[in-house]
């Protein structure tokens, strides 16, 4: 039972378009959502979160929007540069003692 | 100030070795969480330690696998008689405090465990 899920592998877009990643979530006592970005043979890196009680966080041009109603977040990157090209996951926390992930997006961003 | 470190970067063994994965903590750190990513799949939580002490191990498999992270030294996971199931992406975590894996936690750069 995946508690976090990523229903789109990959994602293809141009150059200076947006980029919408999503994710979709069950359990409603998660309170923090992160995403993190993460090339080959490398570590996640942090990108941004969003606590519970927040339905948009942004940070230059990474917005990270929260539906709680509809269990749902999804991240927005604009303009796209083709050094966003990575694989993004989409993270829950309960507490903060642990994450629970997504199974990930591939992003391409074409120049 | 050095980040999460994880050696070995990459692990061979042949079937029924054991493995070895180490991980020592960003500076200040006394919380290390370990995570295991499977081809194509995402990371999955394994265990949750603090210095000397198993905090969560939910996520760990029920045999062959132990964690451990000592008063003085690196945390390590230790996997017995691995099988080509074992195959994995392994990320260590690390955060300055308990119940900061979301806001104050850093990952190393994973030990690629091959089972031949």
């Known amino acids: 039972d995946q508690q976090v899920k990523q229903n789109s592998p990959s994602l293809s877009v141009q150059e200076g378009r947006i980029s919408i990643l999503n994710c979709d979530y069950t359990?409603?006592?998660?309170?923090?959502f992160l995403w993190y970005k993460k090339y080959p043979a490398e570590g996640p890196t942090f990108l941004i979160s969003?606590?519970?009680?927040?339905d948009k966080n942004e940070d230059g041009r990474f917005t990270v929007f929260l539906n709680k109603s509809a269990k749902h977040l999804s991240l927005h990157i604009v303009p796209s540069q083709p050094g966003d090209s990575a694989v993004y996951f989409c993270?829950?926390?309960?507490?903060?003692?642990?994450?629970?992930f997504g199974g990930g997006t591939r992003l391409m961003v074409k120049p | 100030n050095a980040g999460v470190m994880q050696n070995p970067r990459h692990l061979v063994r042949r079937r029924g070795q054991e493995a070895r994965l180490r991980c020592s903590p960003m500076?200040?750190?006394?919380?290390v969480y370990w995570y295991r990513q499977l081809p194509e799949e995402g990371l999955k939580f394994m265990v949750y330690?603090?210095?000397?002490?198993?905090?969560?191990e939910s996520g760990m498999p029920k045999e062959r696998f132990s964690a451990e992270f000592p008063k003085e030294g690196p945390s390590i996971l230790r996997i017995q008689q691995v099988v080509r199931g074992d195959s994995a992406a392994y990320f260590c975590?690390?955060?300055?405090?308990?119940?900061?894996?979301?806001?104050?936690?850093?990952f190393g750069q994973g030990t690629r465990l091959t089972v031949v």
């Open positions: 975590a690390s955060s300055p405090l308990a119940q900061k894996m979301n806001t104050e936690a850093f």
């Open positions: 359990n409603s006592m998660f309170d923090y």
């Open positions: 969003i606590s519970s009680i927040k």
């Open positions: 993270a829950a926390s309960e507490g903060g003692n642990m994450l629970t």
């Open positions: 500076k200040g750190h006394s919380h």
């Open positions: 330690l603090q210095k000397e002490n198993i905090i969560d």
